[in-house]
C-alpha cells in the first residue's frame, strides 16, 4: 500500500534527514586506510544518539521477519553490494566501501547510502564510482509528479547500459517514511512511461547499485549480498521527498573527491 506524507510530516522527515547526512558525511571524512568498520559503527551511534534519534537498521528484521541486524549501519566492501555488517576489519588503501545509513527521528525514516575507494586507486574504479552516483543524480531530476517509476529506472539503466555495468539483480530502491521499507519497489530499470505515476507526498529512496560484471547476486553467510562473480559494486542512495514542482532532497551526500 502506498503511503503518502503530509504537511504535517514533511518537518520530521527534513530533521531525519538531517541527521542521516551529517552522518555520512561524518564517516566519509573518518573512513580512511587503518580505521576498522566496527569504529565507523560506533562513531554512527554516537551521533544518532546525540541528535535524539534511533538507528532503522539496529535490531531490523527485514520483511520476512529474519534475524535482527546487528548494527547501526552497513558497510559492505568491495564485491559485497549491501547490508555488509561492520567488524574488526581495518580499511586497506585500494579498497572500495559503500557505507548505508538508516535514522529513525520520532518514527520518520530516511535512508542514504554512498561508495567511496580507500586511497588511490586505478581511473577504471573511480570512473565507475562516478558514474553509479551519475545514475542517482540524473534520476533525481525526473522525480516529480511528470513522471512514472518507469522512467526513474529507465534513466538508472541507460547509464549502466552505456558504460557495460550490470545491474544488481533483485535489489531495488523503495517508499520509505513511516517504515524503512514501504511500497513502491523502485527498479534500478524500466521502460519510459510507464508503472505508476508519481504522487506530491511520495517519498521515495532511489538507489543505484552497479557492478563491474555481470550482476549476478549472491547470499552471503551473514546475510550480505555480493557479486557472484565477485567484481566490485558500487552504491548511492538519496531519500526524495515528491512535492507539486521540483524533488526535495532530504539527505544529501558527500562531495566525490
Known amino acids: ?76 566492501l568491495n564485491d559485497v553490494i549491501v547490508h555488509g555488517i561492520p567488524n574488526g576489519y581495518c580499511l586497506r588503501k585500494g579498497d572500495v566501501i559503500s557505507i548505508d545509513v538508516g535514522i529513525n527521528y520520532k518514527g520518520y525514516i530516511t535512508d542514504g547510502a554512498f561508495t567511496k575507494s580507500i586511497g588511490k586507486t586505478t581511473n577504471k574504479i573511480e570512473q565507475f564510482i562516478k558514474e553509479t552516483r551519475r ?33 544488481a539483480e533483485g535489489l531495488t530502491g523503495h517508499g520509505v517514511g513511516f517504515e524503512l521499507h514501504e511500497d513502491p519497489s523502485v527498479y534500478n530499470f524500466g521502460t ?12 521515495l529512496a532511489i538507489e543505484p547499485m552497479f557492478t ?3 550482476g549476478e547476486v549472491v547470499e552471503g553467510k551473514e546475510g550480505e549480498f555480493k557479486t557472484k562473480d565477485g567484481l566490485l559494486a558500487a552504491h548511492f542512495e538519496q531519500t526524495i521527498l515528491i512535492t507539486n514542482t521540483i524533488p526535495e532532497l532530504l539527505t544529501k551526500l558527500p562531495d566525490l573527491d
Do not use: W
Open 192 to 203: 519510459k512511461n510507464t508503472g505508476m505515476k508519481l504522487k506530491e507526498g511520495l517519498v
Open 1 to 76: 500500500m502506498i503511503r503518502l506524507k503530509t504537511e504535517k510530516d514533511i518537518p520530521y522527515l527534513r530533521e531525519s534527514g538531517k541527521i542521516l547526512s551529517l552522518v555520512l558525511c561524518t564517516l566519509d571524512v573518518l573512513a580512511q586506510e587503518g580505521l576498522s568498520l566496527s569504529e565507523l559503527d560506533k562513531e554512527a551511534q554516537k551521533i544518532i544518539k546525540e541528535h535524539n534519534a534511533t538507528s532503522a537498521f539496529l535490531g531490523y528484521r527485514g520483511e520476512q521477519g529474519g534475524k535482527p541486524y546487528p548494527a547501526s549501519i552497513c558497510t559492505s
Open 212 to 214: 563491474l560484471g555481470s
Open 135 to 167: 545514475a542517482l543524480q540524473d534520476a533525481i531530476t525526473i522525480t516529480d509528479i511528470n513522471h512514472t517509476l518507469g522512467d526513474i529506472g529507465a534513466i538508472i539503466e541507460v547509464i549502466a547500459n552505456k558504460r557495460g555495468y550490470g545491474i
